[in-house]
């Protein structure tokens, strides 16, 4: 890694332990080029202290200190909140002593005097494992990329041709960009696509508002310290700062509550997030894309979202067309899913008459995209002729009566019975699923692990 490439991770942070003033003023100096933070304490005691509010990526500790050393207070932390690294340095090594500091986790071992440069190297090397490590988690957080593909906005109608041309126009600069669009539209594809021509190099987080128990979302946004609420044991980082360098995506933000918009608008406003729990605040370098698919000017009216926060968020606008305002993508689109779902399923891909593209044409698909791919779906799971399990569903004759009465097959699964019904249920609220969670009478959280059981994108 090179100077270039630490020079563009300004959210991380270090603490320097060292009873000598000099050193201590010496390290600040050179390591504030590095990082955002730069703390210092004399003792054991002090760095605890500082420790218990903050957290820190990297701890610069001398292992001759006053009362106990360096490598004793290492090995008495918390093994739940040791997760900075650390390097170690001292004057008086022996061959035991860099073997306990190896023990204890020392991610290098400096002797005094040392030249700024092998400092430098040491740290570097730190700083790059603790990236990729940043990297590594958010790539197994992501169960799925978008519903429409990995990179891909499939449609050459003039209302998704307009959206392209709009993504191309924006994604370059660092503005904070709003998304809007119902249901099942796609949005968080166009912001991962935003995020991918943007030029950044950090990571594209995503993070959905309405999923988040409300006392949690704020520790989960900024991190929290050590004790700063019950459960609270150690310090945590957030997700603003595993997206330093990147893009932090808020879909459903009009479910956030107003306490945490307050929270929000200071994180835009100064660039910096304050752990909860914590008296200072860290400097953050992302870039934050915003969803809705509600009308954020009438939730203002309403006094549920705030006025300030909405002309925040609404510096650049990309309004996602809904399917029925599209329809002459509608048949790249079956194409597309039938190929990518018989792929993931394994199974054989069906055949669309002419007469099932025309009804589908001219369906009006409140659930959008994710309805449309839902049926999709559907038809290879069952394997029943597209023409057949179309006129079922859309019929004026297939009256809820009617599905009372017939119910589903003897010989399907209770599993598959479980699925379809909730399919079915989160379509008819067009695909907002916090209405059909309340429909079903579950929770948002145990819909939410319903779709990731049957490895279906929100």
């Given at each position: 890694m090179n100077n270039d490439d630490v020079l563009q991770t300004p959210a991380l942070s270090v603490l320097i332990v060292d009873d000598e003033p000099g050193m201590r003023s010496f390290l600040k100096?050179?390591?504030?080029?590095?990082?955002a933070l730069v703390e210092t304490a004399g003792s054991v005691e002090d760095a605890e202290r500082l420790r218990s509010r903050c957290h820190f990526d990297l701890l610069v500790v001398d292992i001759r200190l006053p009362g106990r050393d360096g490598i004793e207070w290492?090995?008495?932390?918390?093994?739940?909140?040791?997760?900075?690294?650390?390097?170690?340095?001292t004057g008086y090594a022996d061959m035991e002593t860099a073997i306990r500091a190896l023990r204890a986790g020392a991610a290098d071992f400096i002797m005094k005097p040392f030249h700024l440069e092998q400092m430098m190297q040491a740290v570097d090397r730190c700083l790059e494992r603790r990236l990729l490590r940043r990297e590594n988690l958010l790539l197994k957080r992501e169960v799925k990329q978008s519903l429409v593909g990995d990179d891909t906005l499939i449609g050459v109608s003039d209302a998704m041709t307009r959206v392209k041309e709009?993504?191309?126009?924006?994604a370059p600069t660092n503005s904070v960009v709003l998304i809007e669009g119902e249901s099942g539209t796609g949005k968080e594809?166009?912001?991962?696509?935003?995020?991918?021509?943007s030029g950044r190099s950090g990571p594209f987080v995503p993070?959905?508002?309405?999923?988040?128990?409300?006392?949690?979302?704020?520790?989960e946004?900024?991190?929290?310290?050590?004790?700063?609420?019950?459960?609270?044991?150690?310090?945590?980082e957030g997700l603003f700062s595993f997206a330093s360098g990147g893009t932090i995506f808020l879909d459903e933000i009009g479910e956030m509550p107003l306490q945490m918009q307050t929270a929000l608008l200071r994180v835009l406003e100064q660039r910096a997030i304050r752990p909860v729990g914590s008296e200072k605040e860290t400097p953050v370098d992302v870039r934050v894309i915003a969803a809705t698919n509600r009308e954020l000017m009438d939730e203002v009216k309403e006094g549920r979202f705030r006025r300030d926060l909405y002309y925040r968020l609404n510096v650049l606008n990309v309004r996602i067309p809904a399917l029925r305002e599209r329809q002459d993508d509608i048949v790249e689109l079956v194409h597309h899913f039938t190929r990518q779902l018989a792929s993931?399923?394994?199974l054989k891909e069906v055949s669309w008459s002419h007469e099932d593209l025309e009804l589908m044409t001219r369906h009006d698909w409140p659930g959008n995209i994710r309805e449309l791919r839902n049926?999709?779906?559907?038809?290879l799971l069952l394997g029943k002729p597209p023409v057949e399990y179309w006129r079922q569903q859309i019929a004026p004759e297939n009256t809820q009566a009617d599905i009372a009465q017939s119910g589903y097959p003897d010989e399907m699964p209770l599993k598959e019975v479980e699925r379809m019904h909730v399919m079915q249920v989160v379509d008819s609220q067009q695909g907002n699923k916090s209405a059909a969670a309340r429909v079903l009478g579950v929770s948002r959280k145990t819909l939410d692990r319903k779709f990731k059981e049957w490895g279906l994108q929100e």
């Amino acid at each position: 890694m090179n100077n270039d490439d630490v020079l563009q991770t300004p959210a991380l942070s270090v603490l320097i332990v060292d009873d000598e003033p000099g050193m201590r003023s010496f390290l600040k100096k050179a390591l504030s080029k590095r990082f955002a933070l730069v703390e210092t304490a004399g003792s054991v005691e002090d760095a605890e202290r500082l420790r218990s509010r903050c957290h820190f990526d990297l701890l610069v500790v001398d292992i001759r200190l006053p009362g106990r050393d360096g490598i004793e207070w290492n090995e008495a932390l918390d093994p739940g909140s040791r997760r900075s690294d650390i390097i170690f340095m001292t004057g008086y090594a022996d061959m035991e002593t860099a073997i306990r500091a190896l023990r204890a986790g020392a991610a290098d071992f400096i002797m005094k005097p040392f030249h700024l440069e092998q400092m430098m190297q040491a740290v570097d090397r730190c700083l790059e494992r603790r990236l990729l490590r940043r990297e590594n988690l958010l790539l197994k957080r992501e169960v799925k990329q978008s519903l429409v593909g990995d990179d891909t906005l499939i449609g050459v109608s003039d209302a998704m041709t307009r959206v392209k041309e709009v993504i191309d126009r924006v994604a370059p600069t660092n503005s904070v960009v709003l998304i809007e669009g119902e249901s099942g539209t796609g949005k968080e594809l166009v912001a991962r696509l935003l995020h991918k021509k943007s030029g950044r190099s950090g990571p594209f987080v995503p993070v959905n508002c309405g999923a988040i128990a409300p006392e949690l979302l704020e520790s989960e946004l900024f991190g929290h310290v050590a004790g700063a609420f019950t459960g609270a044991r150690s310090a945590r980082e957030g997700l603003f700062s595993f997206a330093s360098g990147g893009t932090i995506f808020l879909d459903e933000i009009g479910e956030m509550p107003l306490q945490m918009q307050t929270a929000l608008l200071r994180v835009l406003e100064q660039r910096a997030i304050r752990p909860v729990g914590s008296e200072k605040e860290t400097p953050v370098d992302v870039r934050v894309i915003a969803a809705t698919n509600r009308e954020l000017m009438d939730e203002v009216k309403e006094g549920r979202f705030r006025r300030d926060l909405y002309y925040r968020l609404n510096v650049l606008n990309v309004r996602i067309p809904a399917l029925r305002e599209r329809q002459d993508d509608i048949v790249e689109l079956v194409h597309h899913f039938t190929r990518q779902l018989a792929s993931e399923l394994g199974l054989k891909e069906v055949s669309w008459s002419h007469e099932d593209l025309e009804l589908m044409t001219r369906h009006d698909w409140p659930g959008n995209i994710r309805e449309l791919r839902n049926l999709v779906e559907r038809c290879l799971l069952l394997g029943k002729p597209p023409v057949e399990y179309w006129r079922q569903q859309i019929a004026p004759e297939n009256t809820q009566a009617d599905i009372a009465q017939s119910g589903y097959p003897d010989e399907m699964p209770l599993k598959e019975v479980e699925r379809m019904h909730v399919m079915q249920v989160v379509d008819s609220q067009q695909g907002n699923k916090s209405a059909a969670a309340r429909v079903l009478g579950v929770s948002r959280k145990t819909l939410d692990r319903k779709f990731k059981e049957w490895g279906l994108q929100e």
